[in-house]
């Protein structure tokens, strides 16, 4: 079995992918930013900002696959 596929091995990267979220956030509050909006002074602005932008994503390309998908036999027909 694939060390990627096995359940002790996922959590493990899991726990990792939390832990460098975390600590890029928390890195945040180290470094000076300088923003160009109001909204881009709030603290852990991006991490909220990539993961909508991730959601509008998901989302927008599930209602697309609806609106653009054909039947499974479509190109059976003949």
């Known amino acids: ?3 990627l596929v096995r359940p002790e091995n996922i959590r493990k990267l899991w726990i990792a992918f939390i832990a460098i979220l975390v600590l890029t956030v928390l ?3 180290f470094v000076e930013s300088h923003p160009h909006f109001g909204i881009d002074a709030l603290p852990a602005f991006n991490a909220w900002f990539g993961f909508i ?3 509008i994503l998901v989302f927008g390309s ?11 036999d479509y190109y059976d027909k003949q």
Do not use: N
């Not at 599930?62 to 499974?72: A, V």
């Open 53 to 55: 932008g991730c959601v």
């Open 62 to 72: 599930k209602l697309l696959g609806m609106w653009l998908k054909r039947p499974d």
């Open 1 to 3: 079995m694939h060390w």
């Open 27 to 29: 890195a945040e509050f």
